[in-house]
């Protein structure tokens, strides 16, 4: 098993993920790769400073603008929301991959009285009309149901039918979102904007050992070092512990994925074996480990396993948006700061956006970090980035 220490795992992770040395991901093909290299980024619509799929690729990608992941999922298709570690965002070219998804959630939809027939109403209307909401598709009434997606663990007596129509259309992916408008979606015809031969192909994976290997080993390359071990990291594949040690062990024996272990760490951690020339290239001091100061999204790939981010940096972090105010150590919508290889804080930013500007209202370094000009300059810099991210003045 190959020795590493815990700087060159931090450093490993980090320069992977694109968030130390020179920009890696620039531009919106940038946006794409790094898109393409994490399998999935998480969507969230809360927008305090940026939404959560958009604050993760801006700490990446130089040059990242909110309109890039607009026209990467609306215009160009090459991504799309769709489930996965919640909802998520991912390369259409993976569309193949969840076809048994879908069919369980057809299998599902069936369940309801009433369903089957609202949908090819649904559809007709759409097929005629285009895009529809479910306050423009004209289908009343309420429906006993609920989602199959498994963040809507809930059943919905009584959901407006329009509603739950599209939304079954869409886990069946006869739809997909067409737009935004803030946070309504626009739903059309999947077939419309996705190339007929990817929407015909069959699921790469022949039996479901193979699809758990294939989202595992997306998960581990989302992260770039990550344990066999309980963890957020999985949600949404739904796994035994039993068919993780399964999946894991086959892993191993056919050499798609390499234990690490980490000095200090109880536990091995596991790559894709071919990020192992660019470990070998980190711990060789042969890639440009310059620092930079970043801010991290609530919900970043990088920050998945928290156990495993407390157990390498020494960091804790909640996002505290869903505790009761009383109970916050910090705030509403805290962001991590990272500097270089180090987790060094906190920051609270808010954008304003009808006075065009953002303001940091608190900063929180942790134990052992120094408040220095320096440092104070490279937040200052972040955050001014923020801002005209945000269409803002940083004040």
């Not at 069936?110 to 895009?131: D, M, S, T, W």
């Not at 009343?140 to 599209?166: N, P």
């Not at 890639?287 to 998945?304: C, I, N």
Request: charged content about 25%; proline content about 6%.
């Amino acid at each position: 098993m190959l020795n590493i220490t815990p700087d060159q795992a931090r450093q490993f992770i980090l320069y992977r993920q694109g968030l130390l040395g020179e920009h890696r991901f620039i531009g919106k093909d940038g946006a794409y790769q790094y898109v393409r290299q994490a399998g999935c980024i998480q969507f969230d619509p809360v927008d305090v400073c940026g939404r959560n799929a958009e604050l993760t690729l801006q700490s990446r990608v130089k040059g990242f603008k909110k309109k890039t992941l607009e026209d990467l999922l609306y215009r160009d298709r090459l991504l799309v929301d769709y489930s996965d570690k919640e909802l998520s965002i991912w390369p259409s070219e993976d569309w193949p991959y969840f076809s048994s998804y879908r069919e369980r959630s057809m299998e599902h939809g069936r369940n309801f009285a009433g369903i089957p027939e609202l949908e090819e109403q649904a559809v007709a209307y759409i097929r005629k009309h285009g895009p529809v909401s479910s306050d423009t598709l004209p289908i009343e009434g309420t429906i006993y149901w609920h989602s199959s997606m498994h963040w809507s663990g809930h059943w919905h007596k009584d959901s407006l039918a329009a509603r739950s129509v599209l939304e079954q259309l869409y886990t069946d992916g006869v739809l997909l979102i067409h737009h935004k408008s803030g946070s309504r979606k626009y739903y059309d015809l999947t077939e419309k904007y996705l190339p007929a031969g990817l929407l015909s192909a069959p699921n790469p994976c022949p039996d479901e050992m193979s699809w758990l290997c294939w989202r595992i080993r997306r998960r581990i390359g989302a992260i770039g070092l990550l344990w066999n071990r309980r963890s957020d990291a999985w949600l949404g594949i739904g796994m035994t512990p039993e068919e993780r040690n399964a999946a894991f062990d086959r892993m191993e024996k056919e050499g798609s994925v390499t234990a690490v272990r980490v000095e200090g760490l109880r536990f091995p951690l596991y790559m894709l074996s071919e990020d192992l020339p660019l470990l070998e290239s980190v711990i060789a001091g042969q890639v440009s480990l310059k620092p930079r100061l970043e801010f991290l999204a609530p919900l970043d790939p990088m920050l998945w396993d928290r156990k495993l981010i407390e157990a390498l940096w020494g960091y804790r972090y909640s996002w505290e948006i869903y505790t009761p105010p009383v109970k916050r150590q910090y705030g509403y919508y805290v962001l991590p700061m990272l500097c270089g290889d180090r987790l060094i804080g906190r920051v609270e930013p808010k954008a304003d956006r009808k006075a065009k500007t953002l303001t940091v209202q608190n900063i929180w370094l942790e134990p052992g970090v120094r408040q220095t000009k320096k440092l104070s300059g490279q937040i200052s810099r972040a955050a001014e980035r923020l801002a005209e991210f945000n269409g803002c003045v940083y004040e």
